[in-house]
């Protein structure tokens, strides 16, 4: 798919764009020649970093405040041909301990930035961030977009609602939109602070603090996306009428344990150690055993295929927070 | 099933219980020797109404508060030993209208509901009413509980999230909580004054006034349930540990095409006319099509199915409205 023409001096808004993936979409959309509009609320224990836009700070405008906040929001999204609706609150945890503030972010937001959409900017073309953990705990594997949605948590529950409302938008008022279901993401730019955004991070950091780190069970199997390969499908899916009003599962290169994952980690940071322990029961309750993806529907729809290979995008990983970690803690 | 053990001398609490389906219920649990406290907001666009306790005013507790008042809530849910939980917002329409009040009664109210019995009363049983809604445009039929959820309007998707929140409480905190999908209720005591709660009440209340009532399209199928064969479900569901974590889907005894309704219900009259018109655009865009209910998995696991005949259930509506219409309107 060709995207420079789809994006060089487009207007696009990101919200979370401080954050992980959203960060990484902007470099992506500043060398294809976009106007990038930031949204972030920068609250700590989200995913937002200023030193996620280190370098670029100039080719980019940056606007705090937080998708609950109805008014600004409604202002941003004016004029934008693009919304990568990236802002979230993804803690499993966190959802369970404060459930209305997940409510607040991953509901009540969404909606009311459609609204917003629907009545300021109908021309808009939304792309929202969803996730696996809406499925719950598979019926069978690799699980498909026609698989039962089940959620084993708030942040689940919230997450099927801020999605569905998208897809209401783009099907009752043509406020075209669709969804990406993503699994583990990972990459330069993930929070590795803690395990609020993704375990992975908090092993990156013992590793490179040269602690041991700790693999929950381990006998777990998963699929990663490596960061470009996921910013690949959010500009993709924004690029095309064929995802108008879609649902898509992103997937990995491979499927592998928790376990595997740690000692390839291990392996490829050449130094290093973990020790196995088993769920804290607070976790254990809303664990959702294996998962992969299948991801062939927007394989084929869109063109979409994980590229980067695991251990590439770990070593790439690793190698950045080497470099970085300071500015991650 | 034997009901009376279940509830006499019991404390029930429920909400909305000055509507349509709970104060049918109020009726039957009085019976069944239950002490039942009665929550409502009386909210003039809902489906309270004072006269649907009228003869039994003596034998209840009535509180008149909102489920989106949390202090209220919090307060009522303790010492009670079951929670019918029936306040919503039930208009599709409104819930595109006004999708902030949809989304606080439907999804925030019933989090906010479920923390206060964590925190409270985790002993409660909670039989939450949920909605075919959330199917949206079924792919297959009759539409078992394995369909996926695919809301078509504001209102589904909320109520979605709102189902699942009972369904999570129950599996990771163990406040016993289950879901009945209902399919069109009808009977004595539903609104009448409009088509919020059931078109077939609109219906009811243009044929009692000898006017012609409006018939949109006509070919759809639909199953109706009358109002005390879903009371029996409630009741089984509160009073059966099989019904927890469960979601169960009603139905009726027949299908019927909404144009077969209206002459059925215009010769049980004896007199009286109907005009079929298209839908009108807002209203089409979030049909769902044809829809009847597979019912076969509460009828397995609690024995429960239709026993009213549509045309007797009719009789009975109707005898009920040409009574009492004015204290409807």
């Given at each position: 798919m060709e995207l420079s023409g789809a994006f060089a001096n487009r207007r696009v808004l990101i919200t979370g764009a401080l954050g992980f993936i959203g960060s990484n979409l902007t470099r992506r959309l500043i060398d294809l020649g976009a106007r990038v509009l930031l949204v972030d609320s920068l609250i700590p224990e989200y995913g937002g970093n200023l030193f996620n836009i280190e370098g670029i700070e100039d080719r980019v405008l940056v606007n705090i405040s937080d998708v609950r906040d109805a008014h600004s929001m409604r202002y941003l999204v004016?004029?934008?041909?693009?919304?990568?609706?990236?802002?979230?609150?993804?803690?499993h945890m966190d959802s369970m301990s404060d459930p209305d503030a997940d409510l607040e972010i991953n509901c009540r937001a969404q909606l009311s930035i459609l609204e917003a959409c629907r009545k300021y900017n109908s021309s808009i073309k939304v792309v929202f961030a969803s996730?696996?953990?809406?499925?719950?705990?598979?019926?069978?594997?690799?699980?498909?977009?026609?698989h039962l949605s089940r959620p084993v948590d708030v942040n689940g529950i919230n997450k099927m609602a801020g999605e569905w409302y998208h897809i209401l938008y783009n099907n009752v008022y043509g406020i075209r939109a669709c969804s990406l279901r993503l699994t583990n993401t990972y990459g330069?730019?993930?929070?590795?602070?803690?395990?609020?955004?993704?375990?992975l991070g908090l092993w990156m950091r013992m590793l490179v603090e040269g602690k041991p780190f700790e693999v929950w069970e381990g006998h777990q199997l998963r699929d990663f996306t490596y960061v470009d390969d996921a910013v690949d499908a959010f500009l993709m899916a924004a690029a095309?009428?064929?995802?108008?009003g879609e649902i898509f599962n992103l997937g990995g290169d491979c499927v592998i344990s928790l376990n595997e994952l740690a000692k390839l980690l291990v392996e490829i940071n050449g130094d290093g150690e973990f020790v196995t322990r088993s769920y804290p029961a607070d976790r254990k309750r809303i664990d959702i055993g294996d998962y992969y993806a299948d991801f062939s529907r927007i394989r084929s729809a869109l063109?979409?295929?994980?590229?980067?290979?695991l251990r590439e995008g770990l070593s790439r990983t690793l190698a950045f927070y080497k470099e970085h970690l300071p500015k991650y803690l």
């Open positions: 004016q004029g934008q041909d693009y919304l990568f609706n990236l802002a979230g609150q993804t803690s996730t696996r953990q809406l499925y719950g705990k598979p019926d069978y594997l690799p699980v498909d977009e026609k330069p730019r993930m929070r590795v602070k803690d395990a609020r955004q993704t375990f095309s009428e064929a995802a108008n063109g979409w295929k994980p590229v980067v290979p």
